[in-house]
């Protein structure tokens, strides 16, 4: 996986590509930093050309929330492929998250 | 029981000594594989392969694989060389972790018309969890996921990267097979861990739990899970 972090009017928006496994926590962690020292209210996952994310990927998008949560921050899982959207669906994410197309 | 046959099968290595690979054919009756035919050869024996050059092999036809630091192990997949039906690979935990084999297991499979290419995404994820659950909670001993506790996510990571270190461990082989019957493909996963049981629920605590997903994830996207040797092999089907 690979991720890059931009400023945006109201938060952040957090792009990830490629795999997201077991073997990327060291990296999600520094996305987690960067939702830690945020100004703002939204962070926006740019999940367009995320390819494929696994059980241990969905903890990492919770360990997100568990950050944001007391900063009133909200978390945007936005335009996920359909086979990464469909393991969102399974995991019931949307109740968890905010889901955009 | 049928004797083996020998001779008509090659073998060939990647990241592997020829001196160890001559002594694996010796031993086993096998031609080492040479520039004099196309087709690929019967058994490959990989050291320190990449995942690009062990999806080539795959992807070229070769059915079955093993580690070549357990080249004992390649004794026992005699009976299924040659099988065209059949996709075999025997590698060593730290070996599987690194290749990540799904994705190369399922280009494989689709490369041979066993599973559809709009079902690749989800068989994918499937043996995905399956291969990490072997890994991580079989072979390396890991009992439990992340907690909720956010700092456990650390801690697992950490504890996971500690037995990979752990010669032992790392060296556990974890099973992977396909067999095509038809109509769908089951690929079977066996680990050399502790087992666990399993029960009919395979949800989470909530949709807030931070691990525990996994049998979830195999029973909504296959077409059947079932689970043996106490839980150290897990099988699952898909129709193409």
Not at chain 2, 42 to 64: K, M, N, Q, W, Y
Not at chain 2, 174 to 179: E, I, S
């Amino acid at each position: 996986m690979d991720y890059s972090v931009q400023t945006t009017d109201n938060g952040i928006r957090v792009t990830l590509t490629g795999r997201m496994t077991l073997v990327d926590h060291d990296k999600f962690r520094a996305v987690v930093d960067a939702i830690e020292k945020m100004q703002g209210t939204a962070c926006e996952f740019n999940l367009a050309a995320l390819e494929f994310v696994d059980s241990s990927g969905l903890g990492m998008f919770l360990i997100a929330r568990d950050v944001a949560m007391p900063k009133n921050v909200e978390i945007q899982l936005k335009g996920a492929q359909e086979s990464v959207r469909r393991i969102l669906q399974i995991a019931k994410f949307h109740t968890l998250f905010t889901v955009l197309d | 029981m049928a004797p083996v046959p020998t001779g008509r099968f090659r073998i060939a290595g990647h990241g592997v000594p020829q001196g160890l690979l001559a002594g694996v054919a010796q031993k086993l009756g096998l031609g080492i594989d040479g520039a004099e035919t196309d087709s690929p050869p019967d058994l490959l024996l990989v050291g320190d392969t990449s995942a690009d050059e062990l999806r080539a092999a795959l992807v070229r036809g070769i059915g079955v694989v093993v580690d070549a630091d357990d080249p004992a192990r390649a004794d026992g997949v005699l009976p299924v060389l040659g099988r065209p039906n059949l996709i075999h690979l025997s590698l060593s935990t730290l070996r599987a972790f690194r290749l990540e084999l799904a994705p190369l297991l399922c280009e494989a499979l689709q490369c041979r018309g066993w599973i559809a290419g709009d079902r690749r995404p989800e068989v994918e994820l499937c043996v995905h969890e399956a291969v990490s659950n072997a890994i991580v909670h079989g072979n390396l001993g890991i009992q439990h996921g992340p907690s909720e506790d956010p700092a456990s996510f650390d801690r697992f990571y950490a504890e996971v990267r500690m037995r990979l270190a752990d010669p032992v461990r790392a060296g556990r082989i974890l099973r992977l097979d396909a067999v095509w019957d038809g109509a769908a493909v089951e690929v079977q996963v066996d680990d050399e861990g502790a087992g666990f049981q399993s029960g009919p629920q395979a949800l989470p605590s909530s949709p807030a739990a931070k691990s525990g997903r996994g049998l979830h994830i195999m029973r909504e996207l296959s077409d059947g899970v079932s689970f043996d040797r106490g839980g150290r092999t897990v099988r699952l089907r898909f129709r193409r």
